[in-house]
């Protein structure tokens, strides 16, 4: 919308997609979540770009099998983080596992550099403010389910 009344609808591609995440750097737009195929294990996370909001560019990313809640950006670098898929490990979910969670970008999305905040931790948000960037989630629902909150320069 250019007036916050009137909306249109955009179709990023032809993929079923799920995408919580809409986040502008001051220089694009990002959307950021997942694409599902039809089952729990064909659902693997996604990062689009966009200059206008209306033409939409999918991003390689290094890592997949991650759905994507949450994006931030302290001017410089990107971050987008979430939780591992059941795609990732080949299907299976289980309480212990290590994946990289999280992407960050320097350039705009064009590279990213991958990192996992805490073993089986999933980000449901993400700041940056007072100089770090903060993750608020919780221990994976495998797990304790337990809250928790991360911080990064």
């Known amino acids: ?6 909306w249109n609808e955009i179709a990023v591609n032809d993929e079923p997609h799920h995408l919580p995440t809409i986040f502008h750097d001051d220089s694009q737009f990002f959307l950021a979540g997942g ?22 560019t999918r991003l390689q990313t290094r890592v997949e099998d991650v759905f994507y809640r949450d994006a931030a950006s302290n001017g410089v670098k990107l971050v987008v983080a979430g939780s591992a898929t059941c795609g990732y490990l080949g299907g299976k979910c289980f309480a212990d596992f290590d994946v990289p969670v999280g992407l960050s970008s320097t350039d705009g999305g064009v590279t990213w550099d991958a990192f996992n905040i805490d073993g089986d931790y999933e980000s449901y948000g993400l700041a940056w403010g007072n100089g770090r960037f903060v993750s608020v989630g919780r221990k994976s629902r495998f797990s304790s389910d337990e809250g928790a909150i991360y911080t990064a320069e």
Not at 37 to 56: C, I, K, P, Q, R
């Open 35 to 56: 694409r599902w195929s039809g089952t729990l294990t064909d659902y693997w996370g996604a990062v689009y770009a966009s200059m206008d909001g209306f033409n939409w």
């Open 1 to 6: 919308s250019s007036d916050g009344n009137l």
